[in-house]
T-cell receptor, first 113, second 113 residues
Framework: NAGVTQTPKFRILKIGQSMTLQCAQDMNHNYMYWYRQDPGMGLKLIYY???????DKGEVPNGYNVSRSTTEDFPLRLELAAPSQTSVYFC????????????FGPGTRLTVT | EDKVVQSPLSLVVHEGDTVTLNCSYEVTNFRSLLWYKQEKKAPTFLFMLTSSGIEKKSGRLSSILDKKELSSILNITATQTGDSAIYLC?????????????FGKGTLLTVNP
């Protein structure tokens, strides 16, 4: 099992550009999450999904969009990138609701200049 | 608003020392408290504590949940340089489909040889 994979590992965007962060898991988990982590801060939930076709906003959803067309994939879309979106983004999955063990991907370090 | 506060924010010790990390919380409808270890990349799961499982131990690490004081501690005995990491506390709260995981800012532990 590869677990949770994320691409790309690093990316530099110019203000106003758009991009999609990819996330995939091969553990057949129903629950998937996107977090961002800023320096010295904990993880903040952006969006989550409880199954294919179902997504919901987390704590900091503004400026992002998600889709969940399959159980395996949960891409995160940034439209009109802003410097405030410079962060490390983690995707995670779990077999049950937000409690319990979440398996994290290796992260994507995004810089918007 | 749900809140998770960790202390200290950073800690430097020598190999062999014992450390205690603290986590206090204010959440609606507490369900569980989780501890994660984050080295250079993604967080990895350590423990989950609930009303029915208030104490967990794994090797040199142990954790206790105090539901009365709304807090938890993570103990690490005989620390090693490999214990150097950020330790994150997260609390699951809410209810129904509105549950969510709130993370603290983490404690940066540095273990010197």
């Amino acid at each position: 099992n590869a677990g949770v994979t994320q691409t790309p590992k690093f990316r530099i965007l110019k203000i106003g550009q758009s991009m999609t962060l990819q996330c995939a898991q091969d553990m057949n988990h129903n629950y998937m999450y996107w977090y961002r982590q800023d320096p010295g801060m904990g993880l903040k939930l952006i969006y989550y999904s409880v199954g294919a076709g179902i997504t919901d906003k987390g704590e900091v959803p503004n400026g992002y969009n998600v889709s969940r067309s399959t159980t395996e994939d949960f891409p995160l879309r940034l439209e009109l990138a802003a410097p405030s979106q410079t962060s490390v983004y983690f995707c995670a999955s779990s077999s049950r609701g937000q409690g319990g063990e979440q398996y994290f991907g290796p992260g994507t370090r995004l810089t918007v200049t | 608003e749900d809140k998770v506060v960790q202390s200290p924010l950073s800690l430097v010790v020598h190999e062999g020392d014992t450390v205690t990390l603290n986590c206090s919380y204010e959440v609606t409808n507490f369900r569980s408290l989780l501890w994660y270890k984050q080295e250079k990349k993604a967080p990895t799961f350590l423990f989950m504590l609930t009303s029915s499982g208030i104490e967990k131990k794994s090797g040199r690490l142990s954790s206790i949940l105090d539901k009365k004081e709304l807090s938890s501690i993570l103990n690490i005995t005989a620390t090693q340089t490999g214990d150097s990491a950020i330790y994150l506390c997260a609390v699951e709260g809410g209810g129904g489909s509105n549950y969510k995981l709130t993370f603290g800012k983490g404690t940066l532990l540095t273990v010197n040889p």
